[in-house]
């Protein structure tokens, strides 16, 4: 069984920039949540995907998107970098609807991005 | 809406020290409690969780039981080793119009010195 892999683990990029960020979820796991964790701070969800579709969103702008495909596995996009795009960011896999109630997620090492 | 307060840190402790790092919550309905645990450089791993009102959830000598009446989750270990360094978030699971997410406290930072 292999865990949640992100990549890449770090990365630095110019405002303005895009980037894409990458994550494989656990086998046999459906559904994929992202979330940044600014330096300092607890994870803030950013969206979920449950079977392709886009599932749950937080207070994140439209220049935040995301995209799974088949083999369940995501992707996160930024637009437009800014400064405070600064941040880890995580991916957590789970089976079901859920990163949360009573199924367990299980979170990649993250990526850490530079907005400089 | 739904939100998680945690002490705030560093807490430092010797080790065989006594821990306990508060949380308390707000939420309608009756969420499920969790506790992760960030080590350096790593992402997040579950340590335990609680489901209903009275549950304990327990791991690796850790505890914290989902107490309803005073919103607390309360994290406490008898004997903290140095491995335990790391910060700690409490959170707990929020139910939207189709899915869960996680909501997070702002992290406590433990460190234990020998």
């Known amino acids: 069984e292999t865990g949640v892999t992100q990549s890449p683990t770090h990365l630095i990029k110019t405002r303005g920039q895009q980037v894409t960020l990458r994550c494989s979820s656990q086998?046999?796991?459906?559904?994929v949540s992202w979330y940044q964790q600014a330096l300092g701070q607890g994870p803030q969800f950013i969206f979920q995907?449950?079977?392709?579709?886009?599932?749950g969103r937080g207070n994140f702008p439209p220049r935040f998107s995301g995209l799974q495909f088949p083999n369940y596995s995501s992707e996160l996009n930024v637009n437009a970098l800014e400064l405070d795009d600064s941040a880890l960011y995580l991916c957590a896999s789970s089976l079901g609807q859920g990163a949360g109630g009573n199924t367990e997620a299980f979170f990649g090492q993250g990526t850490r991005l530079t907005v400089v | 809406g739904n939100s998680v307060t945690q002490m705030e840190g560093p807490v430092t402790l010797s080790e065989e020290a006594f821990l306990t790092i508060n949380c308390t919550y707000t939420a309608t309905g009756y969420p499920s409690l969790f506790w992760y645990v960030q080590y350096p450089g790593e992402g997040l791993q579950l340590l335990l969780k609680a489901t209903k009102a009275d549950d304990k959830g327990s791991n690796k000598g850790f505890e914290a039981t989902y107490r309803k009446e005073t919103t607390s989750f309360h994290l406490e270990k008898g004997s903290v080793q140095v491995s335990d360094s790391a910060v700690y978030f409490c959170a707990l699971s929020d139910r939207g119009d189709s899915s869960y997410k996680l909501i997070f406290g702002s992290g406590t930072r433990l460190l234990v010195r020998p």
């Open positions: 086998s046999g796991h459906n559904t």
């Open positions: 995907y449950y079977r392709e579709e886009e599932n």
